[in-house]
Structure formats: C-alpha cells, structure tokens
C-alpha cells in the first residue's frame, strides 16, 4: 500500500505540489486567484502537517468598488457625463433636454453640480446649460478604473477621498506564500492512523506510513455540564444564611414519624393536612418507635416530652385549654414523607431546649435547611407531589413581631426582593402567622412568596423551652424564585421523575449563568 495516495489527481493538494515543483516559492493569490480561502487553507493545512509545505500568511487590504463605483468606471462620472452630453450638443441644452441626454436625473442633478464647480459648464444668456472647455481629464474614473484592476492606488489620499465618497470599501485579503517542506514531494502518501489485525495478517504494517500524533489539535468540544438551576439558587440562599449568622441543620431523612412532622408542632391528630389526600404514608413499616427509643446516646428526656406533647393536645397545659380529644400514640407514630422541613427545625429546636449557655439557658440560635418535601398533590405545572424547602427560625430572648418583619425585609432584601407585604395567616404551630408577598412587575400583581410566624408557646414549652425565649420561623418554596429567575414555566422542567437534562443546555437563562 505504500506509495499509494489519498487524494484524486486534480485535487487542490497535488496541484498546489505541482505549482512548487515548478516555482518556489508560490503566491497563493497567483497562482489560484479563484478559490476561496477557506479551500487553500484547508489543503494547505494538510500539506503542512505531513511537511510537505510550510506557508506564511499575508494579510492585504484591498480596495473594493461598490456599484456606484462600477457604473462611474464603465461610463464616467457624473460630472463627466453632463459634460460629455453638453459637448455634443452644439447649441446647448435646457435643463430637460440635458436630463434625457444623460437619462438620469439624479446623475444629472449632481453631475451639474460638479461640472459648474470644475467650470467645465456654464449658462448661455440664452439659459441653456453649454460646455465651456474642449477637454476634461475624468480623473475619479481614471482613479476607479485603476483601482478596479489593481484593487489599490498608490496614493493613499485618493484611497481615503474615494472612501469618504463611499466609492470603494477596503477588505481584507488573506493569501500564502508557500514553500516546500522538508517531506516535499509529488504525491501525498497514504498515512494509516490505526494500526489493525489486517495489517499484521497481511504484513502491510511494514510498509505503512503511519500519521503523526498532532497535539496541536484541537479536541472536540466536550460537555462540560452545568450546576442545575435549583442548585444555583440553593446556593445562594445558603450564603445569604451563612453571613446572616446561621447554621445549616442536617436534612437527611425524608421520613418522619407524625410525631416530629405533627404532633410535636401542635397539629391536632383530625388536622386536614394529615389527610391521605395530602400526605403520603409508608405502608412498610408501618409505625416509628417512640421518640425516646430513637437514641441511647441522646440525653434528651424525649419520655417528658412525648407526654407533654399529649397533655397539651389532649388537656391543655403550659395556659393554654388544648384541642380536647382523645390524644392516639399511635396516630402519632405513622410514619410520613415529610410534608415539611419544620419537621427538622422542631427536632433541633427540641435539641436547642437541652443546651446550657453561659447562663445555663438555651442560648439564642439561628438555624435554616434546604431540602425535599413531599405532598400528595395532583400534579399540573406549577404543582409536583415534590419539591424544595427553605427554612429558617430564630430561637432568642424578647423577640417581638416588628422583629420579624424586619427580618423578613433583610432577609429578602438580599435577594433583591423589596417592598414585602405581610398578611396575617393561619398555622397550627405559629402565633401569629403571617404571610409574606412581594408585588411581581412582570405579572403586575403580589406573589405569595413565603409564610412565617412566631411559635406557639405549647410548641416551645412542651420542649422544655425557657417561657421568655421566643422562635421565629418562615419557610418558601425553592422552585419558585428558581422558576422567576430562569423564566421557567413548568416546574417539571425542574424536577420529578421526567426531567430531561438537556433542558440546561437548551434555556439560554441557565446555560449562560456562570455562578
Ligand atoms: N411549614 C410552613 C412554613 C413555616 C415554617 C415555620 C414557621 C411558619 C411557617 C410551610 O410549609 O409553608
């Protein structure tokens, strides 16, 4: 196979070999004056990376006509042409009768102009236009005509006057000068790239030229992916929380006992939400153990406040009267997806009750989390039976409503969300509650963007919670100001079971942001 080649005779590459073996070196723009640069280039590259030629690359402006430039070039300027009707007119012509000599009015119209300016015309006493020379020089003809052959003029303030008329353009001309290299020769060989079983079996390997590794090449475009949109914003919500003082609670269990999801937040047991319509339950297992059997290490008296949590359902305690019903443990050790993340804030909260600061009281604490929730919903575009979390509460001594509104204001403030309206709500855990809106200038209206409130002190006092200590919380939904910033208008775009990935890569708005 050797010797063999891999082009077809009359291909660029062997003629460009051909042209070198005759002259050397060769102007590119000689010696193929036609084809076009990309074509040169490519066979050139070739060539090259076998060493049969080197080539260094000329760059040239070069002067264009544009079509008024055309025409002055095969018929004359204008000036030129009025000229040239009123000299072959004996006597002179009138304004109209010099338009359908040259048969253009707005050649003729400018042409005068010019020709007055240069005196090459006049008007007769009589009021007709006459030549008043014998002969003129039409020299941006000339200039033009020069220029269309050479595609340059050697006096540079003719190329700019001529520019300035937008008669010409200048465009850059990239050609080669080529020369031959160290491998020249006639024929391009055949370079093998694999070597394969067939060649061993025919002993052709001997006699292969194989191709060089090029690492100067360029790999494909790889893939690189991207963070997911919900990942972004999780993101960023998590640093406005880290510089505001928080920490982050683990988030790691996606089932909870009605207890910690309910119960412990003061939902009573007949509470719609507990509705198989709105929560899923584990069929297998069925019940959780009692909190207090949940860890041997954990000091915490879970015993005092399983009973707590009953008596002030149940009875009332801590002041206040309770729901008065029948108080079932074992409604309360269903276990449920979580229907929220205050599920995990009540934990820590609970945590919080048993710690001893300086004082020996709980201290103040800030805690948040980010994560899954699950509800039974009918799913449409806006509604999944999943989705995302974001929780905050604040445990400190006399904190006041006022407080959280301002909170709230900072707190979005940093994500550029001003102007809040709060509205007074309901939550079984929170008194009062308050939800919170933001007027939305696209939709022109107030979009819920969060609900919050102040726990209730059967909440806190059933942990063992100091009575002066108070606990702000709120919570929102991640997809939604995802969906705002994103232009998303399917929440399963986002999430479930369907997403497609390639989304990523197809909505601008997310491919482009960076962070
Ligand atoms: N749990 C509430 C949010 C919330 C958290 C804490 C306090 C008040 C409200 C929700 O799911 O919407």
Known sequence: MAGATDAPSGDLATEILAALDKQEPILSAQAFPTLKFAEV????????????????????????????????????????RVFEALRTAMDGLTVQELESAVGDRSVTKIGQGKAFKEKWISKGKDGKLKASVDLIQDITREHLKLIQEKQTHPDSKVLAD?????????????????????KFALEITKEETDLTGDMFASGAWKTSTFKPYNFKAQGSAANAGALHPLNKVRHAFRQIFFEMGFQEMPTNRFVESGFWNFDALFVPQQHPARDLQDTFYISDPKAALPPAAESAEDKADYKEYWENVKQVHQDGKFGS??????WSAQESLKLVLRTHTTA?????????????????????????????????????????????????????????????????????GKMGIYDLKFKPAYNPYTEPSMEIFSFHKGLNKLVEIGNSGMFRPEMLESMGLPKDMSVYGWGLSLERPTMI??????????????VDLGFIERNPAVRLDKN
């Open 41 to 80: 280039k490519s066979a050139l590259d070739r060539l090259a990376s076998r060493s049969m030629v080197t080539y260094e690359t000329i760059e040239k402006e070069e002067a264009i006509l544009e079509p008024e430039a055309q025409t002055i070039a095969a018929n004359g300027s204008h000036e030129a």
């Open 485 to 498: 910033k994103y232009g998303i208008s399917n929440i399963r775009e986002l999430l479930g079971h369907k």
């Open 344 to 412: 995990i804030s009540t934990a820590m909260l609970h945590k919080l009750a048993q710690m001893k600061g300086p004082d020996g009281r709980p201290p103040p604490a800030r805690y948040f989390s980010i994560d899954r929730v699950f509800r039974n919903e009918s799913v449409d575009a806006t509604h999944l039976a999943e989705f995302h979390q974001v929780e905050g509460v604040i445990a400190d001594y006399g904190l006041t409503l006022g407080g959280l509104m301002e909170f709230m204001q900072i707190f979005f």
């Open 321 to 326: 009267i309770g729901y008065r019903y029948p």
């Open 162 to 182: 001529l520019k300035k008329r937008k008669l010409i353009k200048m465009q850059k001309v990239i050609s080669f000068k080529i020369h031959k290299g160290e």
